[in-house]
């Protein structure tokens, strides 16, 4: 079947839009007949001349506004409204708003037949993989209200947790940015005056000093080549992650940083965990369920390890024992999960996973900022000393020599 772009109107004579699969036009334009919409003109493939889909597919919505829609949708659900007339009432309630202008859309896909996780995929700057991936899990077992009470449990805590750090964030980075400045000014503007005097007085200029006016040099010199290296740096990094080995090993890697790296591993178990459980608790067989977490968990070390998890499983051998042949698997995770496994109780069980890291990755934020801060200050103490001992060595020389 191939994607069409089509533009038609329905019983009030409203124009309506989007992309539905079919194996034709003719097939598509029954297809809408059936739903009371009547096709104007499609198109397969690109979009159509005139269409606003492009622009609405790249919409994005603040996470109060999402998490506000997987609340409502939880409990219009649980309450036995249809998934059409929730849309339709959501739509109306953030009328004027981006996520109005979505939930209108993915209304009137489901409204001829698409489903939800089909018509909110349409929307990835809105609906990430996690969440279509979930609404799917959810459609298939017939637990939508319990997939949407997850997804708002979860995307609350992601929000309070994004905002701690942000909070968090905001003195060191006043702090760098001071100490930035004071840095660039004693190497470009106070070094080299201090550079000339030492000229006109002919002294001989200590090996500290020396270096320092190198560096001072070199920033003055040479700033255009290090503005490239700085911009070039991360330009070439993210072309660089997009070759499967590499991107692998850099995540490898900086989960091996000390104190900053455990916390990296713990963000993606904890993702792998939580949307494991909420996978296997829809209905979703573990296989399955393995196979979508291999994109979910934003870590490509690892993906690749449950690439060969699924594999393990899927061959008989126990999950727990699959995960423990990886690294990046942490013993309370494995341990846990082989309870679960041996208890019946595996989706209680990762879920329980999830729960722990969710509890100690905000500590762990915490103790991570209580270490870096000290650090940031002594880096700048220390710079600022070292410049200002190259200047005072050369002072007391010609102290010496009066």
Request: one cysteine or more.
């Amino acid at each position: 079947m191939s994607a069409f772009h089509y533009r038609a109107y329905n019983a009030a004579g409203q124009t309506i839009s989007g992309v539905l699969e079919a194996d034709s036009v003719t097939t598509l334009e029954a297809r809408l007949r059936t739903a009371g919409v009547w096709l104007l003109e499609a198109k397969e493939g690109a979009a159509l001349a005139g269409s606003s889909d492009g622009q609405i597919s790249s919409l994005k919505v603040k996470r109060s506004e999402l998490i506000a829609f997987f609340v409502q949708m939880s409990l219009l659900l649980k309450a036995g409204i249809t998934l059409p007339n929730s849309l339709e009432r959501l739509a109306l309630d953030f009328e004027g708003s981006k996520l109005g202008t979505v939930l209108a859309g993915v209304r009137e896909q489901v409204a001829i037949g698409v489903p939800l996780n089909q018509a909110m995929a349409r929307y990835p700057k809105v609906y990430s993989r996690e969440i279509t991936a979930m609404v799917e899990a959810g459609e298939v077992s017939g637990k939508l209200p319990e997939v949407f009470e997850s997804l708002s449990t979860y995307y609350e805590w992601l929000d309070q947790l994004t905002g701690d750090i942000r909070q968090a964030l905001i003195y060191p980075l006043m702090v760098m940015g001071a100490a930035s400045a004071l840095v660039l000014l004693l190497f470009t503007f106070v070094v080299p005056r201090f550079v000339g005097l030492l000229t006109e007085l002919n002294l001989k200029v200590p090996m500290l000093t020396r270096i320092v006016m190198a560096i001072s040099d070199a920033l003055i010199g040479y700033w255009p080549v290090l503005l490239i290296v700085i911009v070039g740096v991360p330009i070439g990094l993210k072309i660089a992650l997009k070759v499967p080995a590499f991107a692998v090993a850099f995540d490898r890697a900086l989960m091996g940083i000390p104190i900053f790296g455990p916390l990296v591993g713990m963000f993606a178990l904890s993702r792998f965990s939580q949307n494991l459980a909420m996978l296997y608790r829809s209905g979703i067989t573990l296989l399955r369920g393995l196979e979508i977490c291999q994109q979910l968990v934003g870590n490509r070390a690892v993906e690749k390890a449950l690439v060969d998890v699924r594999r393990g499983v899927l061959e008989g051998t126990p999950m727990h024992k699959c995960l423990g042949q990886h690294d990046v698997f942490t013993p309370t995770l494995i341990t846990m999960i082989a309870t679960g496994e041996s208890s019946g109780s595996l989706d209680f069980a990762l879920q329980s996973v999830a729960d722990y890291y969710n509890k100690i990755i905000p500590r762990r934020i915490k103790i991570v900022f209580a270490v870096f801060d000290p650090l940031m200050m002594v880096s700048l103490i220390a710079v600022v000393g070292i410049v200002a001992l190259s200047v005072i060595l050369p002072i007391l020389q010609l102290w010496d020599v009066k």
